[in-house]
């Protein structure tokens, strides 16, 4: 059911390309080819039905964006040619091909993350900017050894990149040829600019979370758009009109994505019609009409809740209730959200009930709630999770006793996972001993000390209560209102003998002489978030511990970073929790 699942085209992206046409833009996994795929399709909205054309591979488009008009289209293509990439910048002006300029030597790839990257038409529809990575450096007469300094990367999400530049790409149709010219914008070294547009009008915002909303720029006046109709769905925001139309995606933690057009009245009342639903086979339909979802708030632990994914039909006994995951996020501050999770909704239909706690410091609660975990990572939300847990044996959702319980998390979440594993020395876990019997943890921070290699060194500070200072440059309105200084750069600090060893005490390997579960260990070896070596360390003190009849076990991921995303390495560490899983309910 895993390859299934995650072989239904998820919304990324949407533009309207007239009035009444949009241009969708989907991804999947293919696991024949073992990439993500990106594909793309038109819908023709009329006042009761929306039409939509096939869905086509997008190929080599690195991305695209429609003008101000929408009569012109920028793509930004790369294309493999023996093995090496080549870059355009092409212009269409509706099926014509205006320019196609080739940048190969221009810069290095084109950045098409969620934090730097942009791509953006000028009013006059006569230039475009984008951003990407400058060539690399290389020795001058006044510095020979330029080719060679040290240049930080900016880490997880967008590894690998270093010298983000923005690229204006000007061109004139005329008689003839047309005229071509790109133009590095960049300035001193020091200063990695990102996200740049030409300046739009407009009034009004839209936000998205888990539902959707419409600010006012004028007046700061917020106003939910979102249906109050009982549903646990998720919303993302994917574009508008600039008028009044909004386009989204919607999912619920048992219903795939489906795409939503919002469309406002003269009245300023807004009504939601579904564009595009999957087309599921029956027979998935039907397992996925046997679950239902709900969120569990924890008695006396706000603003701890967790999202449950259940059989719709209670059990008829204790021999009946099935196996239950729990699997806190990472971040800390994460969250996990009420969104369709293909592999998430896999493992239920494997049989088990699923328990997603947000625990203390989850997003979406306040900030206080954010900043009371601050120093008590270890504790607080150990206590929360577990809590949960507990919470659900109440309410007999779930059960206690071998092969009942699992764990499972990734990052934080696998600090979280090597905690609730220890048996003794956490209070909470002591009072149910051996509570879980089998975890499966994904990169996870066994050893918050071992910092030396993480690209973010201040969320080891910040976390477990020691300061961090961060400086940045005032902004423009501080220095126009002439605002007072702000307090003068200081240099990170230095991990100190007293705080290792306060750090050490925190962190699941100073406890992993009370471990009795048998563990999976996924790891990314490209990770730069998580050093590999803390949970290839944990491995071997683990197996070096290992109680009789219990299994320790890792899978080591080449090339894969921290959130092991990889269409392979996703699917086959899937496939190794289930199986772990399914191997440990045999305890019973």
Avoid at 111 to 123: I, K, M, R
Wanted: with cysteine; glycine share 6%; aromatic share 8%.
């Amino acid at each position: 059911m895993y390859q299934l699942l995650t072989e239904i085209p998820v919304p990324a992206s949407a533009q309207f390309v007239s009035s009444d046409v949009l241009h969708v833009t989907s991804t999947f996994h293919d696991h024949v080819r073992n990439v993500r795929k990106t594909v793309s399709n038109s819908i023709v909205l009329n006042d009761s039905e929306a039409t939509s054309s096939p869905m086509q591979d997008v190929g080599d488009e690195v991305a695209y964006t429609y003008s101000p008009s929408r009569a012109r289209r920028a793509v930004l293509r790369e294309v493999k040619n023996d093995g090496k990439p080549k870059r355009f910048v092409e212009i269409w002006n509706k099926s014509a091909l205006v320019t196609s300029f080739e940048v190969t030597e221009k810069h290095g790839a084109f950045y098409t993350d969620d934090h730097v990257a942009s791509l953006s038409f000028s009013p006059s529809e006569t230039s475009l900017i984008y951003i990407a990575e400058s060539n690399p450096l290389i020795a001058t007469e006044d510095d020979p050894y330029r080719k060679f300094r040290y240049t930080p990367q900016f880490g997880e999400g967008i590894a690998g990149k270093r010298r983000p530049t923005i690229f204006l790409f000007c061109w004139k149709n005329g008689l003839g040829e047309p005229a071509q010219a790109l133009t590095a914008l960049s300035i001193a070294s020091e200063a990695l600019f990102g996200q740049a547009i030409f300046s739009p009008a407009g009034d009004t915002l839209y936000a998205t979370g888990t539902t959707v909303l419409l600010i006012s720029i004028a007046d700061g006046t917020v106003k939910d758009l979102t249906p109050e109709d009982g549903n646990l769905y998720s919303w993302k925001v994917l574009n508008t009109d600039s008028l009044r139309r909004v386009v989204c995606s919607r999912s619920t933690p048992i219903s795939p994505h489906e795409l939503v057009l919002g469309e406002f009245s003269e009245t300023g009342k807004i009504s939601w019609r579904v564009l595009h639903k999957p087309t599921l086979p029956p027979p998935l339909k039907e397992k996925l009409d046997n679950f239902r979802a709900s969120v569990i708030p924890i008695p006396e632990r706000f603003p701890t809740e967790t999202i449950v994914i259940q059989l719709a039909v209670a059990p008829r006994n204790e021999m009946d209730i099935r196996p239950c995951i729990t699997m806190p996020h990472g971040g800390p501050h994460g969250v996990t959200t009420t969104a369709f999770n293909p592999a998430n909704v896999a493992l239920a239909l494997e049989g088990y009930t699923l328990s997603l706690p947000n625990y203390t410091g989850s997003v979406g609660f306040g900030e206080t709630a954010i900043r009371a975990l601050l120093g008590n990572c270890g504790t607080l939300d150990v206590e929360d999770c577990i809590a949960s847990t507990k919470h659900l044996i109440k309410l007999r959702i779930s059960v206690e006793g071998p092969g009942k319980q699992f764990v499972m998390g990734g990052s934080h979440g696998g600090f979280l996972t090597g905690h609730q594993i220890n048996t003794i020395d956490n209070k909470v876990i002591g009072q149910f001993p051996q509570m879980f019997s089998a975890a499966v943890a994904r990169n996870p921070v066994m050893s918050a000390g071992e910092l030396s290699s993480t690209d973010i060194p201040d969320w080891y500070f910040a976390e477990f209560g020691e300061s961090y200072p961060v400086y940045s440059s005032p902004s423009v309105v501080e220095l126009e209102q002439g605002l007072p200084p702000r307090p003068a750069k200081q240099a990170p600090p230095l991990v100190t003998p007293e705080m290792y060893a306060r750090v050490y005490r925190a962190s699941p390997i100073a406890h992993v002489d009370n471990v009795r579960a048998s563990v999976l260990l996924l790891i990314g070896a490209a990770d730069l978030r998580v050093a590999p070596t803390q949970g290839i360390e944990y491995y071997h003190a683990l197996r070096q511990r290992a109680q009789e009849g219990t299994r320790i076990e890792m899978l080591v991921f080449d090339g894969e970073s921290h959130p092991l995303e990889g269409v392979e390495a996703s699917r086959i560490g899937w496939q190794a929790a289930r199986d772990f899983f399914k191997w440990a309910e045999r305890l019973v």
